[in-house]
């Protein structure tokens, strides 16, 4: 109790309410931390967020975010705020060629039979009619060679080099490296630095089952964070909406800062930056002059976006049975049956995904839709006699920062050259792509240097699961 009261003399501002944002404000809060949290939009969530789409009158995600077991960070977050219950898990994929074949993956159970890692989904991946011989066999020497260090330790090459020099066959890159790998990382192979793609690949195929395995909101996403404002007043904190802060200054003598809003001044001990690169850049010049500052600035300028498209529609009846499918050679990449997925949605809502096409992302909003339904019907023939009674189309241009070789020198570290002031968001060194579990780790690992630094440590941090099965010897 004692300790408690002298944690909240200290006021902690988080500034963005994304994933890296209330991670960071809940653990802070837990610790007995009065945190303040400040996001300029209406609602939390950021770039993972649901809103009500006035064109469909629907409230959608602003696009499908789908987790895996191995982020433990991002789990640790939602088991915070009470809601890791409202994920559906699956460790099966369905891979769907142009006319309807399909191709299983996922790991052997026969029974309480299991294959030990990294073998227990050669069965299915042996099978999968996907890929021809040659491709599963150029697959499997590519995965071995991804198990060895050298492939974590040189980021100068790109994996399209990387990949050409482990000669991958057509079908490997375009149905296996380009969609699968390149739909996770959001990027042309040739803009992939490689440890980032043996990470996907040990923790999505190799590690574990569990690891593996794929995570769904049953909910639309801003569900999944109604419990923060509950965790954060428990211990005297507040979310503060519809505030955009415009810069900061710090006072020596009080040794505070005032950080400036477009609705007042709040004065803070402590301050946490948990905004996307872009709107990092866009305060530097409203923050203290310092030395750091300007490596930072040239830090952030290394930095690119990607773009994801997705496309939502509404059929008056049932078009596939599946809950999710990934869809082959084609510009739409993955099916979500929305209807079937989250939990009270009525009628037959249909989410399609398309990641790093910039081409798809440059098409005019009636050609982008035309597309993907003409796609669309090529995977499922119900298409054609479905009416389509609504549709959205939401193109998030900045929904992702690149991993190109050499981008971890342009990644700060949650420590700032300000005092009392600590950085998270996706985009800072957390070892993982843009994704929400970057934005937790970064959330996480702002929080324990701000609680070092305040005197008052905390572990909140998350470890890595354990590679499982042979991967135990072979991982390191
Ligand atoms: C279309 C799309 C699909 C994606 N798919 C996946 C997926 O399947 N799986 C996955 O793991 N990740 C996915 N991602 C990536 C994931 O959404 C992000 O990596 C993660 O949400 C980033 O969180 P963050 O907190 O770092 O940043 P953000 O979510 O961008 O949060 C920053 C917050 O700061 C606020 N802000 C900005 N400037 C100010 C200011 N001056 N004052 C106050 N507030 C401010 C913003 O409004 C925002 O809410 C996807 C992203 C997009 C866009």
Redesign the pocket.
Same mark, same amino acid.
């Given at each position: 109790m004692i300790v408690l009261q002298h944690n909240l003399q200290k006021t902690v501002t988080v500034?963005?309410?994304?994933?890296?944002?209330m991670s960071a404000a809940c653990a802070l809060a837990e610790a007995g931390f009065r945190v303040r949290l400040?996001?300029?939009?209406g609602y939390l969530?950021?770039?993972?967020s649901s809103y009500l789409h006035p064109g469909v009158g629907e409230v959608i995600d602003?696009?499908?975010?789908?987790?895996f077991g191995c982020c433990t960070n991002l789990l640790g977050f939602y088991r915070r705020v009470g809601v890791a219950e409202l994920i559906h898990w699956t460790r099966e994929m369905t891979m769907i060629e142009p006319g309807g074949r399909r191709s299983r993956l996922g790991p052997f159970e026969l029974g309480p039979l299991r294959l030990p890692a990294p073998l227990h989904s050669a069965p299915s991946f042996l099978n999968a009619k996907a890929f021809a011989l040659a491709d599963k066999m150029s697959l499997a020497r590519a995965m071995r060679a991804m198990m060895k260090p050298e492939a974590l330790i040189d980021t100068r090459e790109s994996l399209g080099a990387w990949l050409r020099r482990h000669k991958q066959t057509e079908g490997a890159l375009n149905r296996f490296w380009r969609l699968v790998i390149g739909s996770a990382l959001n990027a042309e192979i040739d803009a992939i630095s490689v440890p980032y793609a043996v990470k996907v690949i040990r923790e999505l195929f190799l590690n574990s089952a569990q690891a593996g395995s794929m995570g769904m909101s049953t909910v639309p996403l801003s569900e999944l964070y109604a419990g923060v404002p509950r965790v954060l007043a428990e211990r005297g904190g507040s979310v503060l909406l519809n505030?955009?802060?415009?810069g900061a200054a710090w006072n020596e003598d009080s040794a505070q800062w005032l950080i400036c809003t477009r609705t007042g001044e709040l004065v803070s001990d402590l301050v946490i930056l948990?905004?996307?690169f872009e @709107?990092t850049q866009?305060?530097l010049p409203r923050l203290p002059a310092e030395e750091g500052s300007e490596k930072l600035a040239r830090q952030i300028e290394r930095h690119e976006h990607w773009p994801?498209c997705?496309v939502h529609l509404w059929f008056d009846r049932e078009i596939t049975e599946l809950e999710h499918a990934v869809l082959l050679d084609r510009e739409i990449h993955w099916m979500y049956n929305q209807s079937k997925l989250q939990t009270g949605r009525g009628g037959h809502y249909i989410e399609l995904v398309v990641s790093a096409t910039r081409s798809f992302a440059a098409l005019p909003r009636e050609a982008a839709i035309q597309q993907a339904l003409r796609e669309l019907a090529e995977f499922f023939p119900r298409v054609k006699e479905a009416k389509l009674e609504k549709v959205a189309l939401v193109k998030?241009m900045h929904?992702?920062f690149g991993v190109p070789p050499g981008i971890d020198s342009a990644r700060p570290t949650v420590l700032s050259s300000w005092p009392n002031l600590f950085l @998270?968001?996706?985009?800072v060194q957390t070892g993982w792509p843009?994704?929400?579990?970057?934005?937790a780790r970064?959330g996480h690992l702002a929080a324990e240097a701000l609680g070092l630094s305040a005197e008052n440590p905390l572990r909140c941090f998350e470890t890595d699961l354990k590679p499982r099965g042979m991967m135990r010897w072979i991982s390191f």
């Open positions: 500034i963005g309410g994304g994933v890296a944002g400040v996001e300029q939009r969530g950021g770039r993972a602003n696009c499908q975010h789908v987790l505030t955009h802060v415009e948990a905004l996307p @709107a866009k305060l994801i997705s998030e929904a992702t @998270a968001g996706d985009w843009s994704t929400m579990e970057s934005a970064s």
